[in-house]
């Protein structure tokens, strides 16, 4: 049995929790504000909010609907554009929400096809701790497509509704009700949460140890939808043993269902990375990166996973159990071919640690593709390297793109050991990582344009990390 709201509705259902969120919403529900588009979690017509308790506290995320399975929002709030409009008890019911209202001021509609979504996200926007800056409302509908409208009505509505939020100094969920922004049912989800939590939770009980584990389902279900329905799921993404990031000494551990938006929110993962919500935002939208796990990343097994690539350099470990035996490997044995790993039917990863950069530790990701953000990568990088800054004593070279599987490249890695710095180092590097990689043309280039790339992105690490001595390298060369 499933059990969650829906807009202000308790549900139960007893669905295959394989089912996708999107068609149960749609097809029993008979909610059709939320759009059917793409079925690939990229356009966006399809967001939803999810709300579950977190340390105490209700915390509202969007999603793409068409990519979460009904087991992942078992106990949770789920909110679809029906459920933004005032209750019919209000004599103002049935009037745009303000929300909706800053949409229709600005034109920022046409087909409307692709408006519930991003009503949607800016809901999700309103009810997010982030500071309530434009820059951060335009960033909440970052994966959100149209087709007709053009963006800058839309960025005006942001605007609008960016300025409404910033009146608010207290709690966001009372200031957005009370102010008629949200409906008022609101204020009462975190005592009605907490209730259908307290009762057993069945759903982890039928499906523990069974064949397939999930995650957060973002590429899994566009790999394999129909066979995702009805298959028997152990779901990891919930159970709260396998979430959390710590520090204990020299280790940052991660829960396996840790997903991009936790690692982006964690104090303990922006002191050790100060660029990482820069880092973060090269990869996937906003919607995605609230439900994909960095587990799921590593496990998925794509030859151009950036998080994958970017663990790779930090030489990650991870630990694989059955439910009963754990063991400990490397990340960087972890592929053994084309979608082949070290790991049993029966295993799921467990847990993820790895040793944070030190104070001589030096860490860049680059990464290159057809569209600057929200865009499949053709070739990424990562390094970590030890130095006083004159000398390497120790470096970790990851590459994406550039062959059957995530790589280390620990030829490249090995051969910068104790290097001093210079421009001929990095060309004879550069070399020895193009003998240690074997690209293929597809649609994201040719075999040459990714050689090509990952000199470049070689380069663009020494350049980035040294930029006193930025006057070695010739922008020019190859």
């Not at 009503?119 to 701790?129: D, H, I, K, R």
């Not at 790991?343 to 990701?365: H, M, V, Y």
């Not at 293929?440 to 663009?460: C, F, N, V």
Request: glycine fraction near 8%; proline fraction near 3%; aromatic fraction near 8%.
């Amino acid at each position: 049995m499933i059990q969650f709201i829906l807009n202000d509705k308790e549900i139960s259902t007893e669905l295959p929790p394989g089912q996708l969120l999107l068609d149960f919403i749609r097809y029993h529900k008979h909610l059709m504000g939320t759009k059917i588009g793409c079925r690939e979690g990229d356009c966006g017509a399809c967001t939803v909010l999810t709300g579950e308790i977190i340390d105490h506290k209700l915390r509202y995320r969007s999603v793409t609907s068409c990519l979460t399975a009904l087991g992942n929002i078992n106990g949770k709030h789920v909110v679809t554009v029906e459920g933004l409009n005032l209750s019919t008890e209000r004599e103002d019911a049935g009037k745009l929400n303000p929300v909706q209202q800053a949409m229709y001021n600005e034109g920022a509609t046409q087909c409307g096809f692709c408006t519930p979504g991003f009503v949607v996200s800016f809901a999700g926007f309103c009810l997010s701790q982030d500071h309530k800056t434009y820059e951060n409302a335009v960033a909440s509908i970052d994966g959100n497509i149209c087709r007709c409208t053009g963006y800058k009505s839309i960025q005006k509505a942001a605007k609008n509704i960016a300025d409404l939020m910033q009146k608010n100094k207290g709690d966001v969920i009372e200031y957005v009700t009370s102010n008629s922004i949200l409906p008022e049912y609101f204020v009462s989800i975190k005592k009605r949460l907490l209730e259908i939590n307290s009762k057993t939770n069945g759903i982890e009980k039928q499906t523990d140890y069974q064949k397939k584990y999930l995650g957060g389902g973002t590429d899994l279900y566009v790999q394999q939808h129909e066979k995702m329905v009805n298959a028997k799921i152990n779901f990891l993404f919930n159970k709260k043993e396998l979430n959390g990031i710590s520090r204990d000494g020299n280790k940052c551990i991660m829960g396996a269902s840790v997903t991009v938006t936790d690692l982006m929110e964690s104090k303990i993962i922006n002191d050790a990375f100060p660029d990482f919500k820069k880092i973060s935002k090269l990869i996937s939208s906003t919607p995605i990166r609230n439900i994909a796990t960095i587990a799921g990343n590593f496990v998925n097994a794509s030859p151009i996973g950036d998080f994958t690539i970017l663990f790779l350099a930090l030489d990650t470990r991870i630990i694989l159990s059955d439910g009963v035996v754990k063991r400990e490997i490397s990340l960087r044995n972890f592929y053994k071919g084309y979608k082949q790993l070290d790991k049993k039917e029966n295993e799921f990863i467990e847990q993820i640690w790895f040793e944070p950069p030190g104070k001589k530790d030096l860490f860049n990701f680059e990464k290159v593709s057809k569209r600057t953000h929200l865009d499949i990568a053709s070739v990424n990088s990562a390094i970590k390297i030890n130095t006083d800054g004159k000398i390497i004593f120790n470096a970790g070279l990851s590459a994406g793109g550039v062959g059957p599987v995530p790589m280390y490249l620990s030829k490249t890695s090995a051969f910068l050991k104790d290097k001093k710095i210079t421009e001929k180092i990095i060309d004879e590097a550069t070399e020895i990582a193009q003998s240690e990689i074997s690209p293929i043309s597809d649609a994201r280039g040719s075999e040459e344009y990714k050689r090509l790339l990952l000199s470049q992105l070689i380069k663009a690490h020494f350049i980035t990390l040294f930029p006193k001595n930025l006057c070695l390298f010739n922008p020019l060369s190859p």
